[in-house]
Nanobody
């Protein structure tokens, strides 16, 4: 099993930036991909960005050009740089890791609030 710990959420004004981190711990488990989903009140959880073990990257259309996902060389830490934040980016952001046997581990979630 893999445990994920997220950090980096907070309150920022429109146009501001935040950087989320997600650290995975656990022995002997291969991680195939990491990324973030987000969920706003009253809305379904939606994919924000993902990065695979081969560094293949996907972004949701609503964050392209504003968010950048990256990972460390050991692929046990992922980062989400969020620039030019908008009020509609306000949500709880959940880190995830895709593991063997089609299993997924989730982080505890971190609140991102964009407000003036």
């Amino acid at each position: 099993q893999v445990q994920l710990v997220e950090s980096g959420g907070g309150v920022v004004q429109p146009g501001g930036s935040l950087r989320l981190s997600c650290v995975a711990s656990g022995r002997g488990v291969s991680i195939y991909a990491m990324g973030w989903y987000r969920q706003a009140p009253g809305s379904q959880r939606e994919l924000v960005a993902s990065i695979g073990v081969g560094a293949n990257i996907n972004y949701a259309d609503f964050v392209k050009g504003r968010f950048t996902i990256s990972r460390n060389k050991a692929f046990n830490t992922a980062y989400l740089q969020m620039d030019n934040l908008k009020p509609e980016d306000t949500a709880v952001y959940y880190c995830y890791a895709r593991l063997p046997a089609a299993t997924t581990s989730w982080g505890q979630g971190t609140q991102v609030t964009v407000s003036s």
